[in-house]
């Protein structure tokens, strides 16, 4: 007699799962998949000690110390189509006794600026170094721009230097790419 319940029930259970899972289903929504991905990735960073500003050699103030790094992977037509967004976050730790404006433009191939970023650094010092944030946050028409570029040039500008000058200027970045994939 138990046999026969085991079974009975077993039967009806496995019709209920069977009838459940496929009754209302709209296998037409498998075409309507849109996969919105984050992508944390790092961009630059660099030391700049303070002697980088001051020529030993000459004599003579160095205002404005700059870089050029390249991002090859912006630039591609895939990524023009699924690049909704970006988020760039910048953290300075400054210990030289001097305030700085740092400039990121992102240009294309032929260097011309497609997208310029600016912030200020706060003065710090060797004994208290000041931490500066700085957070930038691009929407889908200005991301279409940024997407031309192929390198960017970081400024580092100073107002005043020295031969005594002494700390660091340190950066880290990165950027969150928001993507949206749709089939």
């Known amino acids: 007699m138990d046999v026969k319940i085991t079974k009975l029930f ?3 259970t496995s019709m209920l799962l069977f009838v459940s899972c496929f009754d209302g289903t709209d296998f037409d929504q498998a075409n309507d998949v849109v996969v919105t991905p984050e992508i944390e990735l790092d961009l630059i960073y660099f030391n700049l000690d303070a002697s980088s500003f001051y020529n030993n050699a000459t004599n003579t103030e160095v205002l404005v110390v700059e870089d050029t790094t390249d991002l090859d992977f912006l630039g591609g037509s895939d990524i023009n189509d ?3 967004g970006a988020d760039f976050f910048f953290k300075f730790t400054n210990s030289i006794s001097r305030g700085f404006n740092v400039s990121f433009d992102f240009l294309s191939q032929d260097n011309v600026s497609r997208y310029l970023m ?20 691009l929407d889908e028409l200005q991301i279409k721009e940024l997407t031309k570029a192929k390198k960017v040039l970081v400024t580092v500008t100073i107002p005043s230097s020295s031969q005594d000058l002494t700390g660091v200027l340190n950066l880290q970045s990165k950027t969150t790419y928001y993507l949206q994939i749709e089939q």
């Open 118 to 137: 600016q912030t200020n650094v706060a003065p710090g010092s060797e004994n208290t170094p000041v931490v500066s944030y700085f957070v930038q946050s």
């Open 10 to 12: 077993f039967l009806l």
């Open 82 to 84: 699924i690049l909704k």
